[in-house]
């Protein structure tokens, strides 16, 4: 076999990359399927017969008690699927590690497939809530698969690179739904609108059983050249089985200082997610007022423009914001003020959302999403990069995960109470929380770990 220096690397095969096309195709199904339901809680037929009350007549809408009570479910049935998104973290983590990625992940998503599927058939609250709920096991499943996929297909100085690849499929997967689905609304019944795209995880489930393989297995079937192989495997670490357990893990102040930022932040994307359709729709601020019922193109795009500004906008600020703090390092800055500074800038752009709830003009107010939704995305990579800077590699994964796990439990929290809390008090309420979240989760974390200090597994106690 070629050694790995001896590699010429202009003409090196990339059989790789299509295991990162994909991962990228995946997860913009994975996010497809998460946010269908935000668009389709608009239509008064859904919100009818999840109230299980007659579909309304010509000139007739939805009374502001039957939509105060619709709110309160809504946030139940969004809560279950991210309790059951955290609880995934562990039963998918544990299965994927267990099977293998080429099965686990096809279980995986034949189980969100199938629940997404299933939403067509929902009849009542109760079975929508069954269906999210394994919607959210199965869908938990991407991220872990992606990440083992990347690790087993690419050398380690390639894999940031894949991961961000793939990972750019999230937002996709977001501007795919807010430009297909409130058109697909507009001229099919919502169950079918709800078959249209989990049709799609079905697809991926297809391929993917078709065209993954392990490398050794696409080395042996002369899929993948000596060459590639030689550079896929020239990390020691490639093969290595060693794991940390999560109990070694939860002593230091390091996970925790992470898995308080996840929590107090991964909730506010959630919200974005969960409740902006509603909040666009139901504002008559900004003369968005739309008849869904009704069979027209025009009310369709008028939904679906706002979302696609404001996820290309976030798309662009974890690009910027990556950027910015690496731009710090290179300056000479320690990772810590670099990660910090870039993280607190980032919190303090978000700060001014509040005053979407209070604006008259929809443009401002899509503005303000946008650059908070920037911010999000540049201080979740930096976050996420703190995890690199604070653990050893073998242990990344695993803090990952965790943080994975209560940024969902945060999720699960937000979203079984903003029905009471917009009730009560409108979406100013929601806006607020999100407006103080960040410099709140940056204070915690500061106060845990001043110093991004590497923790010692094999010693360190609640090290700072």
Request: with cysteine.
């Amino acid at each position: 076999m070629t050694s790995v220096n001896q590699l010429n690397l202009t003409t090196l095969g990339r059989y790789r990359w299509r295991m990162v096309a994909l991962l990228f195709f995946a997860t913009t199904i994975n996010y497809v399927d998460r946010n269908v339901i935000s668009f389709i809680a608009t239509k008064p037929d859904f919100i009818c017969d999840m109230l299980g009350i007659p579909h309304l007549a010509a000139g007739q809408v939805i009374s502001p008690e039957q939509e105060a009570q619709f709110k309160v479910l809504y946030g139940e049935v969004q809560a279950g699927f991210k309790l059951a998104y955290g609880l995934g973290f562990l039963i998918m983590g544990w299965f994927i590690d267990r099977v293998g990625v080429r099965l686990g992940y096809s279980v995986a998503i034949g189980l969100w497939g199938f629940s997404a599927m299933f939403h067509s058939l929902a009849s009542s609250i109760g079975l929508l809530k069954l269906f999210r709920f394994t919607l959210g096991i199965g869908e938990a499943g991407n991220f872990p698969s992606a990440l083992k996929t990347v690790s087993e297909w690419f050398p380690k100085k390639e894999r940031s690179t894949a991961t961000g690849i793939f990972n750019a499929g999230a937002n996709v997967g977001i501007m795919f739904t807010a430009m297909v689905v409130p058109i697909l609304m507009t001229m099919l019944p919502w169950q079918q609108v709800f078959l249209c795209t989990s049709s799609l995880a079905l697809i991926l489930l297809v391929l993917w059983r078709l065209f993954y393989k392990q490398p050794e297995t696409a080395l042996a079937a002369g899929d993948l050249t000596q060459d590639e192989y030689a550079y896929i495997r020239q990390d020691a670490e490639s093969n290595s089985t060693e794991r940390v357990s999560w109990a070694k893990l939860f002593p230091f102040r390091q996970t925790w200082a992470f898995a308080a930022a996840k929590f107090m932040t991964d909730m506010i994307w959630w919200f974005y997610m969960t409740w902006l359709p509603k909040f666009f729709v139901e504002n008559g601020r900004f003369k968005l007022e739309m008849n869904l019922a009704k069979i027209d193109l025009i009310n369709g795009l008028k939904l679906a423009l706002p979302f696609v500004f404001i996820y290309l906008v976030s798309d662009l600020g974890s690009v910027f914001f990556g950027w910015l703090s690496s731009s710090f390092i290179k300056r000479g800055w320690s990772a810590n003020a670099a990660r910090k500074t870039t993280m607190l800038i980032c919190a303090l752009c978000v700060v001014p959302v509040f005053y979407t709830a209070l604006t008259y003009n929809v443009y401002v107010a899509v503005c303000l999403i946008a650059l908070a939704a920037a911010a999000h995305q540049g201080w979740s990579a930096n976050l996420f990069t703190t995890v690199t800077d604070m653990f050893p590699r073998k242990a990344v994964s695993s803090v990952a995960g965790i943080g994975g796990m209560f940024g969902a439990l945060g999720g699960f929290l937000l979203d079984f109470n903003s029905g009471p809390i917009i009730n009560k008090f409108g979406y100013l309420g929601m806006f607020i929380i999100a407006s103080s979240a960040y410099l709140i989760a940056l204070g915690i974390m500061h106060a845990l770990v001043p110093s991004l200090k590497k923790a010692n597994l094999d010693g360190e106690v609640l090290a700072s």
